[in-house]
């Protein structure tokens, strides 16, 4: 077992001693060619020119180990980039005196030369270059110890993983393949790891960046490059060719387990786990190619920001660029137009001027305008060719675009990152009110009315007014919104003005309530609110805390011909009592039925959604969507009707 142990850390070693004292030339074709071929049968290298060197006279394996000569590295290194081992290795190529060796095996002993020759370039990246670089600037102070960390990164961990585990790990499977004929569990086993590489990826820019920036500033940190760069070691190659291979290294696993693969037998006990460690070191690659993107993304998005001043309240990392590019503003009061110039991110349109002294910031921002709520239409204005329009609710801007291609391509743009805010909202919203659906945001808190613009209430999510209940109707009651909290409401109710502070302090139509509360203002007697009636609960409050509530389809001649939806709602503080609402947002209900001591009927064999609540000639019938939705209804008015109230505020919730 120490015997074994001792050829195997020979066989390591034999690639890594370069990095240790150089010696002089020497061929020895006799070590050369057994070593190479023991590690490869059945796929020979070229033979390179004097690759090992003779060691000293006296000197063993254990005390001076051989080193590689320059000439051998960077054959092996071009070899290894291009493909051309690999193209020379494919089976039948070279064939071999004797037994042939399984296809399979051959791709891992392939594997595992080249983890070798891997281990050495890290070997040569955190033992050399890193470590020489960090001396210098310990002892010199010529540079920061921080630059060096910040080039290299975390290749420490990368080349303890691949020196004391995964390079082991193989070595040991290929010694054993007669027994354990397999890899697939090995790889698979230490997979994972490989998303260490994502920082290194994400870093690599700006390491080389870094690299080139001291290299010209500092004279000991280019010594100290140089000098390795010329030994032995370095295989004539710089540093940035040798930063530049764990880049490479994680999409060669996944060539060489999809070839491996392929070479197994239909029934190969290996394929499961071969499989399985293909998809992860597949995930490993995505994960560094997603840190490659979202560096590129912050990259382009900190230019972005450079070139428009860098203003507080425009930088956010969170931020996506979209489309950028020059337009044409139409003006009323000019026959020329403008030169403009845009900025689309997936939440702002940035309208901004191209500054004449471009010192510092490029542009000038003159309008933000807000994704959500923006709409954009195309004008019919013969005068001004490929007009477009963009609006919101402060501002709207006229545009025209320099062809009919490119003003399709901004609407589509635009629109799309309009589609986009408006999927998220109301995705969230979804998630925050049920199923439902349309149900209005809640109220805006007190505390901030008049300093953002509101939210608005949708016409048809209520059929009276939000403050004093009455039915709107098309010729007496028509519909209003308070500029200060966004409720659909009456004249009578919003016959008043305040001033808002997000509007510029200008007055606008705001309702009673809202006027009270910016103000200050107490109203006369006769302008008060009135006493609440009895079907005076508000949908929304009681939806939000209900014991069930949902839309049913009012069934029966008590309800008229047309059968009619309703937003029926069983609230939390008044259990026992069913409120039929016209839409969610209705202040008033215009039905309230006491369940206690109905009987509940479930569905017919003619609609089984149906069921009815019935008690001394009162008939109730009601339609759900669903017969899951209806099985809720019946178990909630059986409880309300048996007179059961919950204990707590979530106990027997069954809304959606």
């Known amino acids: ?33 057994p070593d190479t071929e023991h590690h490869r049968p059945g796929c020979r290298l070229p033979p390179p020119a004097e690759p090992w060197t003779e060691p000293d006279a006296g000197d063993t394996l254990g005390s001076e180990p051989r ?9 092996l290194k071009n070899k290894l980039s291009s493909g051309a ?78 020196a004391q585990f995964f390079l ?20 698979q086993k230490l997979a994972p790891f490989l998303k260490m590489y994502s920082e290194y990826v994400k870093n690599f820019e700006r390491a080389a960046e870094l690299l080139a920036t001291w290299t010209d500033k500092s004279s000991p940190f280019q010594e ?31 060539l060489l387990l999809k070839e491996y693969i392929q070479k197994l037998p239909a029934q190969a006990p290996d394929r499961a786990d071969a499989q399985k460690a293909l998809d992860m070191i597949f995930s490993a690659a995505q994960h560094s190619n997603a840190a490659i993107t979202e560096m590129e993304r912050l990259q382009d998005l900190w230019e972005v920001y450079q070139r428009l001043g860098l203003e507080d309240d425009i930088v956010d990392p969170s931020n996506t660029l979209l ?69 919101e609710r402060e501002r709207t801007l006229s545009l025209s675009s320099r062809s009919q291609e490119e003003m399709i391509s901004w609407m589509q743009a635009c629109q799309a990152a309009i589609d986009q805010i408006e999927k998220r909202n109301e995705t969230f919203k979804a998630a925050v009110q049920g199923s439902e659906g349309d149900a209005q945001e809640q109220e805006l808190q007190s505390e901030e009315l008049g300093l953002r613009a509101p939210q608005w209430v949708r016409d048809k999510m209520v059929t009276m007014c939000m403050r004093c209940k009455e039915p709107f109707n098309a010729l007496t009651r028509r519909r209003h919104h308070c500029r200060a909290c966004g409720y659909v409401v009456c004249a009578k109710c919003s016959d008043y003005r305040a001033e808002l502070k997000y509007d510029d302090n200008r007055a606008n139509r705001v309702c009673l309530h809202c006027y009270t509360f910016l103000t200050g203002s107490v109203l006369p007697g006769d302008k008060d609110e009135r006493r609440r009636g009895i079907l005076e609960k508000g949908s929304a409050a009681g939806s939000e805390q209900s014991l069930m509530c949902s839309f049913l389809q ?27 609402y016209a839409a969610p947002q209705d202040m008033r209900a215009h039905t309230s039925i006491p369940l ?59 809304s959606d």
């Not at 000019?334 to 910031?361: H, T, W």
């Not at 003619?606 to 969507?625: H, N, W």
């Open 67 to 75: 080193t590689v000569s320059r000439r051998y590295l960077s054959s």
């Open 596 to 654: 206690l001591g109905y009987r509940v009927t479930a569905g017919t064999h003619a609609d089984p959604r149906v069921f009815q609540l019935q008690q001394s000639g009162q008939l109730y019938a009601f339609k759900a969507e669903t017969e899951e939705l209806r099985d809720r209804w019946v178990k909630a008015m059986e409880r309300a009707a048996s007179g059961w109230s919950p204990r707590g505020s979530d106990d027997g919730d069954l």
């Open 554 to 580: 009012l069934v029966g001649d008590k309800w008229g011909k047309s059968g009619p939806r309703g937003w029926c709602v069983i609230p939390q503080d008044d259990p026992l009592v069913l409120y039929i």
């Open 85 to 162: 081992w690999r193209k020379s290795c494919q089976p039948g190529t070279h064939p071999g005196p004797g037994m042939q060796e399984p296809e399979e095996k051959r791709i891992v002993q392939e594997l595992l030369e080249t983890e070798k020759a891997y281990v050495a370039r890290l070997h040569l990246l955190d033992q050399v270059f890193f470590q020489e670089l960090l001396r210098e600037a310990r002892s010199s102070k010529a540079f920061p110890e921080d630059v060096v960390r910040l080039i290299f990164s975390n290749i420490s961990s990368i080349y303890q993983f691949h």
């Open 323 to 391: 489309r950028e590019g020059p337009v044409l503003k139409i003006s009323f009061r000019r026959s020329d137009p403008m030169e403009r110039y845009l900025f689309l991110f997936n939440n702002m349109l940035l309208y901004c001027v191209p500054k004449v002294i471009q010192v510092g910031a490029h542009f000038q921002v003159r309008t933000r305008i807000d994704v959500a709520g923006m709409k954009v239409t195309q004008l019919l204005d013969r005068e001004c060719p490929h007009p477009e329009y963009v609006s």
């Open 168 to 187: 082991p790990e193989l070595q040991r499977r290929l010694d054993d393949w007669a027994a354990t004929p397999r890899i697939g569990d090995v790889i």
């Open 1 to 33: 077992m120490e015997k074994e142990s001792k050829e195997k850390l020979a066989s390591v070693s034999s690639l890594v001693t370069v990095f240790e004292n150089s010696r002089t030339p020497g061929a020895a074709s006799s070590v050369s060619q």
């Open 224 to 254: 100290v490059i140089s000098r390795i760069q010329s030994s032995e070691a370095s295989g004539s190659l710089t540093l940035q060719h040798h930063m530049l291979e764990p880049v490479q290294r994680i999409p060669r696993y996944e």
